[in-house]
């Protein structure tokens, strides 16, 4: 069987008129089909904030799930006919929010939010949205069922808030449930453990559940669905219209969603390089426009410079001082030993003689720290924390290769009298990647976007300055 796998982003879920449109895009699609879909929009927040105050301040959130009971409601009204339909609906809905109540019930009573909890709550955004987008779609003669990872078996590694799929455990169920030739909606965000317990996938994860299941039955395309037609030659509220990119390498789209851009979960292509499954993001919006980014194996037209320039605000460094750590054997083996027991992810690291600097996720920063205060070699006398900080990147194919491309960007941005504070290239093919001050990132990124894709901003044609020099 042909398989088609959809997902359907929060942003596209806020109003009545959304879940028409999804809906209506649903019927131009064969069976089988599988549709996963994220939260409504920004409910995963409201849950999440809601469990810290249950636990913080014993708040049970009335209010929160009297909301998430009348937006439903209103959309049950607005969206389905059919009365038998309207009320197994409305009892699923109840049975839903009654168990999330006493979730918070229990939060509240222990004063704490373990991760197992915290996971659970954090999955009811997308059991309530899933809930209510299947039975919309039922009820426009189509027929559909509501697929549960618990169900049908998303297997993961068991760890909390930001688990991986486990794909040869999970693939044999997955293909048996999911072998009528109907619709199925599924949940995203959300996995089990070998032991039964929920993870979550980490933030934006419902594009890497649908990203497994594509992966799972073969499909022969994602189609992720969103408001924006697709990834952009910069952010639209830094720079004045930046072009859409009509095509991306598996590795472009990674490095860009790790770096930045809010488009895809950085993880979603992981599991679509092994059987090389395109992408395809439509605008729900203006859906017969065709896909605005494909990715797929293939990088498209080689261009002389990047594809796309991205930032993020997120990353910090922390910055190990001391004589000759560079130079001595077992030094970053240690250090990175300590990050690793203290649950931090090393995001890069760059060394030289006398310094070790790690860029990290702003929110393990404080952690990563007190570790290395307390467990560090004698060697080391100084640990800096960092936190002011801006990653931008320049991403495209082959970009480390070509030449003077990197050396360019910096000349654009030193132009702006922006100080570049560290340079990193040479990971991987398709990023270079350099560090500026917090304060400075809005400027460094329109510079370098101006340069490269303005028009008259013609890069050939400029000579690299005199000055200029760069290790990559
Ligand atoms: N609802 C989850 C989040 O906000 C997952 C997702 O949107 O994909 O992170
Ligand atoms: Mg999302």
Same mark, same amino acid.
């Given at each position: 069987?042909?398989?088609?796998?959809?997902?359907?982003?929060?942003?596209?879920?806020?109003?009545?008129?959304?879940?028409?449109?999804?809906?209506?895009?649903?019927?131009?699609?064969?069976?089988?089909?599988?549709?996963?879909?994220?939260?409504?929009?920004?409910?995963?927040? %409201?849950?999440?904030?809601?469990?810290?105050?249950?636990?913080?301040?014993?708040?049970?959130?009335?209010?929160?799930?009297?909301?998430?009971?009348?937006?439903?409601?209103?959309?049950?009204?607005?969206?389905?006919?059919?009365?038998?339909?309207?009320?197994?609906?409305?009892?699923?809905?109840?049975?839903?929010?009654?168990?999330?109540?006493?979730?918070?019930?229990?939060?509240?009573?222990?004063?704490?939010?373990?991760?197992?909890?915290?996971?659970?709550?954090?999955?009811?955004?997308?059991?309530?949205?899933?809930?209510?987008?299947?039975?919309?779609?039922?009820?426009?003669?189509?027929?559909?069922?509501?697929?549960?990872?618990?169900?049908?078996?998303?297997?993961?590694?068991?760890?909390?808030?930001?688990?991986?799929?486990?794909?040869?455990?999970?693939?044999?169920?997955?293909?048996?449930?999911?072998?009528? %030739?109907?619709?199925?909606?599924?949940?995203?965000?959300?996995?089990?453990?070998?032991?039964?317990?929920?993870?979550?996938?980490?933030?934006?994860?419902?594009?890497?559940?649908?990203?497994?299941?594509?992966?799972?039955?073969?499909?022969?395309?994602?189609?992720?669905? %969103?408001?924006?037609?697709?990834?952009?030659?910069?952010?639209?509220?830094?720079?004045?219209?930046?072009?859409?990119?009509?095509?991306?390498?598996?590795?472009?789209?990674?490095?860009?969603?790790?770096?930045?851009?809010?488009?895809?979960?950085?993880?979603?292509?992981?599991?679509?390089?092994?059987?090389?499954?395109?992408?395809?993001?439509?605008?729900?919006?203006?859906?017969?426009?065709?896909?605005?980014?494909?990715?797929?194996?293939?990088?498209?037209?080689?261009?002389?410079?990047?594809?796309?320039?991205?930032?993020?605000?997120?990353?910090?460094?922390?910055?190990?001082?001391?004589?000759?750590?560079?130079?001595?054997?077992?030094?970053?083996?240690?250090?990175?030993?300590?990050?690793?027991?203290?649950?931090?992810?090393?995001?890069?690291?760059?060394?030289?003689?006398?310094?070790?600097?790690?860029?990290?996720?702003?929110?393990?920063?404080?952690?990563?720290?007190?570790?290395?205060?307390?467990?560090?070699?004698?060697?080391?006398?100084?640990?800096?924390?960092?936190?002011?900080?801006?990653?931008?990147?320049?991403?495209?194919?082959?970009?480390?290769?070509?030449?003077?491309?990197?050396?360019?960007?910096?000349?654009?941005?030193?132009?702006?009298?922006?100080?570049?504070?560290?340079?990193?290239?040479?990971?991987?093919?398709?990023?270079?990647?350099?560090?500026?001050?917090?304060?400075?990132?809005?400027?460094?990124?329109?510079?370098?976007?101006?340069?490269?894709?303005?028009?008259?901003?013609?890069?050939?044609?400029?000579?690299?300055?005199?000055?200029?020099?760069?290790?990559?």
């Amino acid at each position: 069987m042909s398989y088609k796998v959809i997902k359907f982003g929060g942003s596209n879920l806020r109003k009545t008129i959304d879940f028409r449109r999804c809906a209506e895009i649903v019927v131009n699609y064969d069976a089988p089909c599988i549709i996963v879909v994220s939260a409504f929009f920004k409910v995963t927040d %409201k849950l999440k904030q809601a469990a810290i105050e249950a636990s913080d301040s014993g708040n049970f959130p009335e209010p929160l799930l009297l909301d998430l009971y009348s937006t439903c409601e209103e959309q049950i009204n607005a969206n389905i006919d059919d009365p038998r339909i309207i009320e197994h609906t409305r009892d699923e809905l109840r049975r839903l929010l009654d168990k999330l109540a006493n979730l918070y019930k229990g939060v509240y009573a222990i004063g704490e939010l373990p991760p197992a909890i915290n996971d659970t709550i954090l999955s009811f955004g997308e059991r309530i949205s899933a809930l209510i987008l299947s039975a919309v779609i039922r009820s426009r003669g189509l027929k559909t069922s509501l697929a549960l990872p618990e169900n049908f078996g998303l297997i993961t590694d068991g760890e909390f808030g930001s688990a991986s799929i486990k794909l040869k455990e999970s693939s044999k169920a997955v293909i048996n449930y999911f072998s009528g %030739k109907q619709y199925y909606v599924v949940p995203g965000f959300y996995g089990v453990s070998a032991e039964g317990k929920i993870n979550l996938l980490g933030r934006g994860g419902s594009d890497y559940s649908a990203a497994a299941l594509a992966n799972m039955v073969e499909a022969d395309s994602l189609d992720i669905w %969103k408001d924006v037609c697709g990834f952009q030659t910069c952010d639209p509220k830094i720079v004045k219209d930046p072009k859409t990119i009509n095509q991306l390498s598996y590795n472009e789209a990674a490095e860009l969603s790790y770096f930045g851009a809010k488009i895809l979960h950085p993880r979603t292509v992981e599991p679509l390089i092994p059987k090389g499954i395109p992408v395809r993001i439509f605008n729900v919006k203006q859906p017969s426009a065709g896909p605005g980014t494909l990715i797929s194996p293939d990088t498209g037209a080689d261009l002389p410079g990047p594809k796309s320039i991205t930032f993020s605000r997120n990353f910090s460094v922390l910055k190990l001082k001391g004589p000759g750590v560079g130079s001595k054997p077992g030094v970053l083996a240690k250090v990175a030993g300590i990050m690793d027991i203290a649950g931090v992810n090393i995001s890069s690291v760059f060394t030289s003689q006398t310094a070790i600097c790690f860029l990290l996720q702003k929110s393990d920063l404080r952690i990563a720290r007190k570790a290395i205060k307390v467990n560090a070699p004698a060697l080391i006398n100084e640990v800096e924390a960092i936190s002011d900080i801006a990653l931008v990147a320049l991403v495209g194919e082959g970009i480390t290769t070509k030449q003077g491309i990197a050396a360019k960007a910096f000349q654009a941005v030193a132009a702006e009298n922006i100080n570049v504070e560290i340079i990193a290239a040479g990971a991987s093919t398709a990023a270079v990647y350099f560090v500026v001050k917090e304060s400075d990132c809005n400027r460094a990124v329109i510079a370098t976007h101006n340069f490269f894709f303005s028009e008259g901003g013609n890069l050939d044609s400029r000579p690299l300055s005199e000055n200029t020099s760069i290790i990559l």
